[in-house]
């Protein structure tokens, strides 16, 4: 016999499990939204993990492939065996999700299976289209919205958490063989795949980097006005969260270079100190473009 209140319940071990820095703030939701968004999170998590750990491509596409059947019969009301699932088919009925941000997101986790490089930045967008900005839209609808702007805002907010995400992980990714960063941009700045294989960081990686993250905090910059079109109740996650990837954010662009070669994060206190505060006076005070 499975309960609702169980299936939620396995979701919120994902996330304590994961160490995840939005951990925290999805806390300061209600006992409802605190559900939905963690339902959320455990999905994404389930598919990542499906692409990231496989032995292979071919056995991580069958996984998939069975995993998005399982996810659109959950959707259509059919009972399934994942706790995980049936806690996002309550959500998404529940607060009303449109079913394409899953699609869409399950579509962003299949092109890391056929898809290791990226020539030009409106491809990239398009992958963290799927990969991110559905994500926040599906966020925004649990946590509720007052002005139908903010669908459009969390495009930005979705491409900004996304881009951090992408210029911290660069060895990581490196590792398993993805550069995400648009080889036009790489050209643009007389860099090359290659260089960036083999550990070559000349000059040309430090116009890159500034012109990666100049990118990144204009979509930042954007993504600040979700403040006043989210509910209340909301609205301190999302503050939470965002001074959280902006702490991130400012630590990778200090960091120059080095993100080419190692992993940069800001330390716990520092991210803690960043989420309090945003909470606490918003987003609109913060830098996110170079002085």
Known sequence: MTSLAGDHAA???VLRDSGSSFALPIRLLPAAK???TTALYAFCRRADDIVDDAADTAAAQRSLDAFEAETMAALAGNDVPDPALR???DTVRRFAVPTGC?????AGVRMDLTRHTYDTVAELESYCRCVATAVGVAAVHVWGYTDPAAIAVSHDCGMAFQL???LRDIPEDLARGRIYLPDAELQACGCSADDLRAGR???GFAALAARMTTRAGEHFARAAALDRMLSTDGRLAWRAMFGVYGSVFRAVRRAGTRIFTERVRPGRSATLAAGAATVLLGPHLLRWRRP
């Not at 899953?102 to 399950?106: A, E, F, K, Q």
């Open 87 to 89: 806690a996002l088919a």
């Open 34 to 36: 605190r559900r939905g």
């Open 164 to 166: 951090t995400n992408i």
């Open 11 to 13: 979701c919120d071990r």
């Open 102 to 106: 899953v699609r869409d997101i399950l």
């Open 201 to 203: 960081i000349g000059s």
